[in-house]
């Protein structure tokens, strides 16, 4: 049986057993592929764009990626060209056209041409450029620098933080003030110990072990008292005084006493409140619009939120009104209109009023929906509703999930394929068989597999001993105990000589041949410079290859 490799989570499985589950990100024009300890790029055809030479290589950012070379880093543009000598001791990605680099232990920023703009002479590990300007420290001391590298605030601060909302933190005789984009001190320096960005015009400050707000001003819009606060939310912050919570609007006002054990953030204009160990909510103006006396509870969304007493569960609206009766072993959250429910491991879903418009105990089993529809059981025969819980597919098969557009489907132990409207697209007629997958399905028939597409045409005769399902457009099989790969013709593109393979993944995929293992791409082209003893290695040793792509 053919084994798959799971790159993305670095060990071995097979389909013999096993399952396969990797990461693919979109827009795949450039691969990155690690064979050993060396990677190397190449494009989505398959063609090399640098080889197999780097010891680290990142993902693409803005038309560069960082490699890294005898312990120094560099850049590659997407032709594979190195736009700058392979020296630094450290690169970051380029961000709005910049990149940070690091040199004999100082910093500075480099253009997509390699130039290096800002010069490498900042003692400081750069961040990122806020609002046009980045905080960088020389001689000890703390200044700004605009994207040419100019100064423009002077180095004098002790310490200096991004700039939020127009203004920055900065340290200076072990006090705290804030500076606006030309330098100028626009919050007096003060004993704080701590002082946060500002976010919605407030900030958070700490004085003696106790905290609170401030605003642009540096007015202190709450008396510093606090032992613990949330951030803003809609509005609103939970403020903690003597192990209680409460909230405080951004004037500083507190909109409800300090008397909860426990509060949440505000969303869509509620809050979830504890007291006692249970649970209520209250809106914006701190009313409790809803009874403190649920055991748990989930926030609301859309209007809704799932809420639990004595081990059952409901759905209450935002003036709290059940719109369920609270009698369910679980209820998930609402998608597309509806919500699963279960009671006594029997499933059905309700809609958006509470309704069962798929009753707990008319199936048997109830699946979640997939492309719109979900599989029921009854009596031992499967079928399938659609989303107002019609049966559009009579219960009187053994079925799968659909996929593509098409379900397999099992009856009289003859396997075919029917389509959301239960229409039999491809004729009972296979042994066995298996999903959809980039347009085509294995099918089995006396003993022999082949490849069906989705209107039933077989693109290869079933003429083989195993398969596997296709990854990148190729697929596995085998004949006599020998593997290759035929593409999405049919047409057998590498030759099938191999002792065991592995799927395709990010254009590469590891085969074993006369006791060694070894690496191919798509072209069949066979990566020996790689190669290992298969008796030297096992099953997880396979983790040495990586496949990452932009």
């Given amino acids: 049986m053919v084994k798959k490799i799971l790159l993305s989570a670095l060990l071995v499985i097979g389909i013999n057993g096993y399952s396969q589950s990797q990461t693919t990100e979109k827009n795949e024009s450039i691969i990155r592929q690690k064979i050993g300890d ?7 055809t398959g063609k090399e764009i ?4 780097y010891d680290i290589a990142s993902k693409f950012s803005e038309g560069f990626a960082t490699v890294r070379l005898n312990n120094k880093w560099g850049f590659v543009d997407e032709t594979g060209k190195e736009i700058t000598p392979i020296k630094y001791d450290s ?3 380029f961000s709005e056209g910049l990149a940070n680099v690091k040199l004999k232990g100082r910093y500075g920023f480099i253009d997509k041409t390699g130039k290096e703009v800002i010069p490498v002479k900042y003692e400081n590990r750069f961040m990122t450029f806020k609002e046009g300007l980045i905080a960088a ?11 040419t590298g100019k100064v423009v605030i002077p180095f004098k601060y002790d310490i200096a933080l991004d700039f939020h909302e127009g203004l920055a933190r900065v340290k200076l005789n072990g006090k705290w003030g804030f500076i606006n984009k030309e330098g100028e001190l626009v919050i007096p320096f003060k004993s704080y110990e701590s002082v946060e960005d500002f976010a919605g015009g407030v900030a958070g400050v700490q004085l003696k072990g106790k905290k609170g707000f401030i605003d642009k001003t540096g007015k202190e819009i709450t008396p510093i008292k606090y032992d613990r606060y949330w951030d803003f939310k809609e509005g609103f912050a939970g403020v903690s005084l003597n192990d209680k919570w409460g909230f405080i609007d951004q004037t ?21 409140v504890k007291l006692n160990g249970k649970l209520g909510f209250i809106d914006n103006t701190g009313q409790e619009i809803i009874p403190i006396k649920y055991d748990d509870g989930s926030d ?4 809704l939120a799932r809420v639990e007493l004595n081990d059952k569960w409901g759905v209450i609206d935002k003036t709290g009104k059940e719109i369920t009766p609270l009698k369910y072993d679980h209820v998930s959250d609402f998608s597309k209109g509806l919500a699963r429910v279960s009671l006594n491991w029997k499933h059905g879903f309700i809609d958006r009023t509470g309704k069962e418009i798929i009753p707990i105990n008319k199936y048997d089993e109830i699946e979640d929906f997939v492309e719109g529809l979900a599989r029921v059981k009854l009596n031992g025969q499967y079928g399938f509703i659609d989303e107002t819980g019609k049966e559009v597919i009579p219960l009187k098969y053994s079925a799968w999930d659909f996929s593509d557009g098409l379900a ?20 009972f007629k296979y042994d066995f068989g298996y999903s959809f997958y980039e347009g085509f399905a294995r099918v089995e028939l006396n003993g022999k597999w082949g490849f069906i597409d989705k209107t039933g045409k077989e693109i290869t005769s079933l003429k083989y001993d195993d398969a596997s399902d296709f990854y990148e457009g190729l697929a596995a099989v085998r004949v006599k105990g020998k593997w290759g790969f035929i593409d999405n013709k049919g047409e057998e593109v590498i030759p099938i000589k191999y002792d065991k393979v592995y799927d395709f993944s990010k254009g590469l995929a590891n085969v074993e041949l006369n006791g060694k293992s070894l690496y191919i791409d798509k072209t069949g082209k066979e990566f020996w410079e790689f190669a290992t003893d298969v008796k030297e290695s096992s099953r997880d ?9 932009r």
């Fill in 91 to 93: 690169v970051e990605n």
């Fill in 300 to 303: 609301f969304s859309e209007g």
């Fill in 408 to 427: 397999m489907v099992e009856s009289n132990l003859k396997r075919g394929y029917i389509d959301r409207t239960g229409k039999v697209i491809i004729p």
């Fill in 541 to 549: 040793d396979h983790k040495h290859m990586t496949i990452y792509v």
């Fill in 252 to 272: 500083g006002k507190e909109v409800t006493p300090i008397k909860y054990d426990h509060v949440r953030d505000f969303s869509n204009g509620v809050a979830g």
């Fill in 137 to 147: 420290e020389l001689k000890g001391k703390y200044g700004f620098l605009d994207r």
């Fill in 50 to 53: 640098t080889p197999f030479k």
């Fill in 38 to 44: 060396k990677w190397r790029f190449v494009d989505k």
